[in-house]
């Protein structure tokens, strides 16, 4: 998304479109669409990892919790826990 907030900014359009946001290396080559056409991936690419690594950190963290939690269960013969 940021490439999308920066595009009018590089190409002195006030109306970016997506499509345009593709098609500009396309129409208009100069440097400055290239850098924007290769960073374009990055700003969808970076969240999705950043989210993948919090969720898999949450759950190595719930499952460690969990196994715990088992461990306290058969220490302390708790059938409820246990099953």
């Known amino acids: 998304m940021l490439s999308f907030h920066l595009y009018p900014l590089i190409t002195l359009d006030a109306n970016p479109t997506t499509s345009m946001l593709i098609c ?3 129409l208009k ?3 400055e669409t290239y850098a924007l056409f290769i960073l374009n991936p990055f700003t969808m690419v970076i969240p999705c990892c950043i989210s ?3 969720y898999f950190m949450i ?3 719930a499952f460690k919790k969990f196994n715990q939690m088992k461990k306290e269960a058969v220490s302390t013969n708790d059938g ?4």
């Open 80 to 83: 409820a826990m246990c099953s």
């Open 29 to 31: 080559p100069k440097p």
């Open 59 to 61: 759950g190595i963290k």
């Open 52 to 54: 993948t690594y919090c």
């Open 24 to 26: 500009i290396v396309l």
